[in-house]
T-cell receptor, first 113, second 117 residues
Framework: DVKVTQSSRYLVKRTGEKVFLECVQD?????MFWYRQDPGLGLRLIYF???????EKGDIPEGYSVSREKKERFSLILESASTNQTSMYLC????????????FGPGTRLLVL | AQKVTQAQTEISVVEKEDVTLDCVYE???????LFWYKQPPSGELVFLIR??????QNEISGRYSWNFQKSTSSFNFTITASQVVDSAVYFC??????????????FGKGTKLSVKP
């Protein structure tokens, strides 16, 4: 069964803190994605990775970085959290090649105070 | 440029009513894929269906059905005899070659469906 997990469902951080959001998939998928979801704006792609140690910027990468040291794990890093990064963060994974279905994790609701 | 429009922001129906969620897309590619996802209040996006641009056959899965019409660039989703458990935000998404081999998705802004008992 398809499984994408995220390290936290809810997270509260303070402005300026370094924040790590972890995502793990057990489907041996090559591609992994990070999105943020905001009311009225829908889902927007932050970063994606198509292989270990590879990363590509999405539509809104500013203020974020990512790390993919192992195939199953994709981390989103907020180097210095700001209040405008309060959002719902969703991780997804898919097989390589062509246009494969993305499977999503449960999401992390991040509040930056 | 690719674009997905879900013009209905919110829909409210009474249980057992049929409801159709609209999705209109824009792409210059001849090969593309369309998706529907469901996001219940818990937050997780649940995959419902994927269709490619060469398959215009309508699809039915239980109470769910999808109508794909290339002539109008639409991929509408109908729930028959709606139930309270259908209450969720529904997203339509598009993936084409401009998304690269990774198949990046372009999402519509979603339609919030409320089914009242």
């Amino acid at each position: 069964d398809v499984k994408v997990t995220q390290s936290s469902r809810y997270l509260v951080k303070r402005t300026g803190e370094k924040v790590f959001l972890e995502c793990v998939q057990d489907m041996d998928h090559e591609n992994m994605f990070w999105y943020r979801q905001d009311p009225g704006l829908g889902l927007r792609l932050i970063y994606f990775s198509y292989d270990v140690k590879m990363k590509e910027k999405g539509d809104i990468p500013e203020g974020y970085s990512v790390s993919r040291e192992k195939k199953e794990r994709f981390s989103l890093i907020l180097e210095s959290a700001s209040t405008n990064q309060t959002s719902m963060y969703l991780c997804a994974s898919s097989l390589e090649g062509g246009i494969e279905t993305q499977y999503f994790g449960p999401g992390t609701r991040l509040l930056v105070l | 440029a690719q674009k997905v429009t879900q013009a209905q922001t919110e829909i409210s129906v009474v249980e057992k009513e049929d409801v159709t969620l609209d999705c209109v897309y824009e792409t210059r590619d001849t090969t593309y894929y369309l998706f529907w996802y469901k996001q219940p209040p818990s937050g997780e996006l649940v995959f419902l269906i994927r269709r490619n641009s060469f398959d215009e056959q309508n699809e039915i899965s239980g109470r769910y059905s999808w109508n794909f019409q290339k002539s109008t660039s639409s991929f509408n989703f109908t729930i028959t005899a709606s139930q309270v458990v259908d209450s969720a935000v529904y997203f339509c998404a598009l993936s084409d070659s401009t998304g690269g081999s990774q198949g990046n998705l372009i999402f519509g802004k979603g339609t919030k469906l409320s089914v009242k008992p």
